[in-house]
């Protein structure tokens, strides 16, 4: 999705989607400071050091397709920075509960029936 498409949807959709396209439109202005900061602005340089094609990464930094959380990662790897901070209230070390130690797995994301994001928790004995 280009700049003039988010543009044109900015002016006809609701909040969620104004919402919605400048969190696009910010991760995206993020991605092209780290590639100029980093790679010169070269989306090839960014290409090898991910070990994907170039083709695939222009369409990330022209933003042409949704990101994944894992893609994220993987950009935010390449450059050495964070591209999104999510603020918390607990330390991301494992969790203590109840004798386990819940550890979080960011590839395990699902859906429920509701359409709510949860996550897939995996509960492993506690030595501690």
């Not at 003039?4 to 919605?20: C, F, M, R, S, T």
């Not at 991910?50 to 994220?72: D, H, P, W, Y």
């Not at 450059?79 to 070390?93: Q, S, T």
């Amino acid at each position: 999705m280009n700049i003039e498409n988010h543009i044109q949807i900015l002016e006809e959709k609701d909040d969620y989607i104004h919402d919605l396209v400048r969190t696009q439109m910010d991760i995206l202005d993020r991605i092209h400071f780290l590639l100029d900061k980093y790679f010169d602005g070269s989306q090839a340089a960014l290409a090898v050091k991910m070990g994907i094609s170039e083709a695939r990464v222009s369409k990330m930094v022209n933003g042409l397709q949704n990101f994944t959380l894992s893609t994220l990662k993987k950009l935010e790897q390449a450059f050495g920075e964070n591209i999104i901070v999510v603020p918390c209230d607990y330390d991301h070390e494992d969790i203590q509960i109840d004798g386990y130690i819940s550890t979080f797995n960011p590839t395990s994301l699902n859906v429920d029936t509701k359409g709510e994001m949860v996550e897939s928790q995996k509960l492993i004995p506690s030595t501690i």
